[in-house]
């Protein structure tokens, strides 16, 4: 076997050049923001705005109290609120422009005259308008007083363990400022809503007078500035301030980057014509000196005379469109954006926007995630210039420090995309998706943190998110209000403790962690199965029978938690919580004990018919090794063979689903599917992975067939965190990486090629960058890792028989026989690189 020794050195140190696979520079990238160098910061361009969100004392939430979670029905309260104010103005400006969002609907007086009456229209999937109204007339110089008559804004569904979130989800804020211009012009305030504003629930006649004394009245509670929270920023809450003059809404760790359209789909010019449109694509030849121009032979004209274009800007991103105008007058655009053609035409998730963009001024669509924008021009001068129109891309600024390369093109780009599709999720926090919800969700940060630790290496984000999803003590609610998620944050805090070793971090979540077991505790029975007594809606996957409180769900739920528990205990051994520890491994044993005597079907020796819930009980440890086979033969082995599927499943669940596979040792089957699902979304065009797939669904108006929420349609994610599984996947199982001790201060590395001629790549670790590289020589797997300072690795060779001996760097090593003799592993207890073999 000496040949084999003397391949895998050849290997490691330079791979003779017809055999070298292609390196990562020379495969087309998705993330257009790896390139750059020196991101241009939020922190570094914009001060957060001072004006803030108020409402009326006695109908607010109390961001200090524990809110009972429920479906925010409040939403749809339509009694009136009222505020008032004093403001001094100088001098009367020559214009005025006053700006109000939060409520439905609001009538303003200034100094006792009517100012304003107007509400907006609530089937907008925006639930925050902007009102603009010119208020020069209304002005006087010196003491002015302006009271206004709000009904509470519409609201969004936003799901956080926050009482600020909700208070601003459930339409319970008003903002509102004068601005000394024309409107869409931005400058210093005359006026803004803060603290010192009074409130009432109750008007008496002449309230809305500039004489009514207001002294009895409340001081209204304020959650802060606008731009204030990071909180404020989710769940597409304020997604109607995008015409809010100097409104970013974005978080001061975020970056900028202007992307350019890569084409032009279709335009229309009606009676006018569009002079320089290549402008819009940079790609193509135009002068530095030319301006995109929009010709009518009026200044007004109808929206079906409007003249449009529709650009496509070659991959899914995250951010905003941004026009920036040459005219010497206002112009008025509408914007559709869409992560697909046919939503972006026919159904833009946030409906269409329509702006007015001041002279030589900039302005922004609402902020969200699309490929595809329509802007029609419907107003403003005969002949208008734009400098640009272009993507403002919002990005979290991170490095890919993990790699993945094999001998399967297929294989690197689902790699790719699934780090990208994560990266598109950093945003304000780690969201399920930047389209929608725009929230952080625990399952979904399950799937897609596990992608950020194997790629970015993501400290901060991390743990903010994982944070802010437990909420402030005293927990007495589960995270994000689902039983399961609950379960989720202990597998991914462990995991991420695995993989970063932050103890710092661990210590800060102890207490509220103990909080959180102790209110899980009370939901079982007496048998040690889950109950639900807190009678809350239950979710496990967007399949029938698997979310609300079904047979199902329960059993799945239990099986989560069992998992939960044995990580929980882990965590407090980490934390020298000895008493503790031994508890919940005591209530995990009761769990598994209880799940195998009831939650087993005996007739086929598996956890029902499911493959959610088997992959769950596979995972977590619940189902015994004995089991496997019966489980393959009953209910996994269908994965990949079904053609229509009632039953449908996420990506999201997939995850668990091919990791199940792989722990029953059944990889080509799980690599087998991966290529089938996940390839299937890029063979129909994804640049990113989509919230719901089925490789049967529909084809010709792809978006329109999507199935989440028990329902389909347009509004299903295109770039959703929870579908990025195969990432951590294929580091996990093919190239073996799976750290077992706190900070990867130990590793398992068990490289498994499956049908692959090669792999390689790089693990970040706090100790460095951990590298495997594996190719078939002959009947042998040659292996080379390079080891960081302060990692213990145990490295599993596959072998072809029990007399074979283990070669590292050329000398024999005593090894341990594994897997029924067909590995044997090796533990390598200094950093360094490593070749090995067998002879």
Known sequence: MLSTLVG????????PLEQAPPSASSLPQLDPTRAVAAPLMESSIHKPLPEEYIWTRDNSTDTSAKVEYKFPGLMEQTEPHYFRHSFTVTSVPAEATLYIAGPRSVKVWLNGKLAESVESDTSSPLGMHVFITSVTKFLEAGDNTIAIEAVRGRGVTGFANSALVRQQTFGQVMVAKIIPQAPGVDGPALMMSDKTWKSSLTAPNEW????????SWSKVVSIGGIESSVDLFQWNADAGLYNWPGYDGISPYLAHMQIPASGILAKYTGPGRFVHIKVLTPAENHSATDRFEVKMPASTWTYAEAPSVFLDFGRELTGRVELVSDSDSPATVTIQMGESESAALKSPYLGINQLTIP??????????????????????????????????DIYYPVKYEGSFESSDPLLNRIWETGAYTAHLCMQDGIWDAPKRDRGRWMGDTDVSGRTIEDVFSDRFLMEDTLDRLMGPAPVDQHVNGIPGYSSFWFTEVADYYRHSGSKKFLEREHARMLQLLSYVDKEFDSRGIYANKTNVWLYVDWSPELNGDTPETRRATTLEFYHAYREASWLLRQLGDTANAEKYEARAATIKAASQKYLLDPSTDTFGPRWQTNAAAVISGAANPSQYSAIWNHVLSQVGHVKYNAFIISPYYNYYVIRAMAEMGHRKAALDWIRQYWGGMLDEGATSFWEAYDPSWYKEDFHSSLQSDNRSGYFVSLAHGWSSGPTPWLMEQVLGINPTGPGFSTVDIRPDLVDLEWARGDEPTPHGLLKVDARHQGLATAIAVDIPEGVVARVSVPVTSAAQHIIVNGKQQSATSSENGKRMIVTLRSAGHYTLGTE
Do not use: C, M, W
């Open 208 to 215: 809305n007078s500039a004489t009514f004394n207001d002294a």
């Open 8 to 15: 895998v050195a050849a290997f490691a140190q330079d791979p």
């Open 359 to 392: 002279p030589h001024g900039t302005g922004h669509g609402p902020k969200s995630a699309f490929r595809y924008v329509k802007i029609t021009f419907v107003g403003g001068a005969p002949e208008l210039l734009f400098k640009s129109i272009h993507v403002d």
